[in-house]
């Protein structure tokens, strides 16, 4: 049942190029056009939005932020990503021109399900990014774009975080096309790019023999950091939280550009720092200020684990390592870069000897508030 795998949770990783196409599959039509068929919100309903709200819980809310960057820049419309149980009691504000997206692998997670309830009490659209068929989330909501990754059964989620992610790429993508016009174009043009990424995933996975041997050897870290930017932001704080949950060893991730204002404090000589780069096409120099941000931290000891892309040649100077993923467009990086680190997690917790797919005091679905 786990396929020649050790683990759930490598069999799992090393599904996510299924995952991806998977949940693309039968979301175009012939003239490449995006179709939602199983989305019963009518187009006019659709139409009338001027505002999403992202609901969600752990590495769910973090699929959730990677969908604020990227459908604000595709169709303009504001996206808040709230953590599920914030937003329920926090008097939220929400009506019928809110949509409010949930996104929950087992579709049992009680924070997120009353956040959904409330919402939809406060007369908002309800929508659904799910991974299990039947569950209480999708029934309790107006409608529902299921990801594809099938069952996930390791309790960290890895392919359940790919899928959503993917899912809520076609879901900003399909409301840039109903914007029409520049919109409309770019949304073919990512579509297609989007189309590629389960091949690059898969030369992430055959890439990976240098990040296991360096998680072996860092089994015994006490602490390790992570830096993203921009849609690298979430990642960072996944692979922190992959790190916790598995190899229970302290984790942190920060954005980027937070560095100066605080967190550069704890960098001291030898501490290990994952930074996921931006692609250099990323807009405001965003890739050069990370590049800094790299040459910083190893001026004061850091040891530098960088993930870039394909002939991004500017990290190497101030790289201890450097981990390649190959290029695609900024803003669908995020399926690419959180590879490296979902499986920098699983050998170190392999190293140490643990129950990767059981991990202590954690359950798969938590439905309790
Ligand atoms: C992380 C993890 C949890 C879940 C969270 C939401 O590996 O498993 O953080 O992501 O409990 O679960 P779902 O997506 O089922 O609502």
């Known amino acids: 049942e786990k396929g020649g795998y050790e683990t759930f949770m490598e069999k799992e990783i090393h599904e996510q190029p299924h995952a991806v196409a998977d949940t693309l599959l039968g979301r175009t039509d012939d003239e490449g056009r995006l179709v939602l068929d199983e989305v019963r919100i009518s187009e006019e309903q659709l139409g009338q939005i001027d505002r999403i709200v992202v609901v969600a819980c752990g590495t769910a809310a973090y699929s959730g932020m990677v969908a604020k960057y990227a459908i604000e820049h595709w ?19 929400a009506d019928a021109r809110t949509l409010v997206v949930s996104i929950s692998q087992s579709g049992e997670t009680m924070d997120t399900l009353m956040a959904v309830k409330h919402a939809r009490e406060l007369g908002a659209l309800t929508l659904s990014i799910c991974n299990t068929h039947g569950s209480t ?8 774009l299921y990801t594809h990754a099938g069952p996930e059964v390791a309790v960290a989620s890895t392919k359940g975080f790919s899928a959503q992610i993917t899912a809520a790429y076609v879901l900003g993508l399909y409301l840039a096309q109903m914007r029409g016009g520049e919109h409309a174009v770019n949304a073919q043009a990512v579509m297609r790019e989007l189309r590629n990424l389960p091949e690059h995933i898969q030369t992430v996975l055959d890439r990976m023999d240098r990040v296991i041997e360096i998680a072996r050897f860092m089994a015994d870290s006490r602490s390790v950091l992570f830096l993203g930017r921009n849609v690298g932001y979430p990642i960072a704080l996944e692979g922190a939280l992959k ?6 060893i302290h984790a942190e991730g920060f954005a980027a550009g937070e560095l100066k204002h605080g967190p550069i404090a704890l960098i001291e000589p030898g501490q290990p720092v994952f930074i996921v780069v931006p692609g250099p096409d990323t807009p405001h120099e965003l890739h050069k200020k990370v590049v800094s941000n790299i040459q910083e931290i190893r001026a004061r000891g850091a040891r530098t684990l960088v993930i870039a892309e394909d002939g991004d040649e500017d990290v190497v100077p101030f790289a201890d390592e450097v981990i390649r993923v190959p290029a695609t467009l900024p803003l669908l990086m995020p399926l690419l870069t959180i590879v490296p680190l979902q499986i920098f997690a699983l050998h170190l917790a392999t190293a140490k000897g643990l129950d990767v797919d059981q991990p202590r005091n954690l359950a798969k679905s938590v439905t309790v508030e």
């Open 75 to 93: 169709t303009r419309i504001p996206v808040e990503v709230s953590l599920a149980h914030e937003f329920r009691y926090s008097d939220p504000i």
């Open 243 to 248: 790190l916790k949950e598995i190899a229970y």
């Open 137 to 144: 989330i999708p029934r309790e909501s107006d409608a529902v």
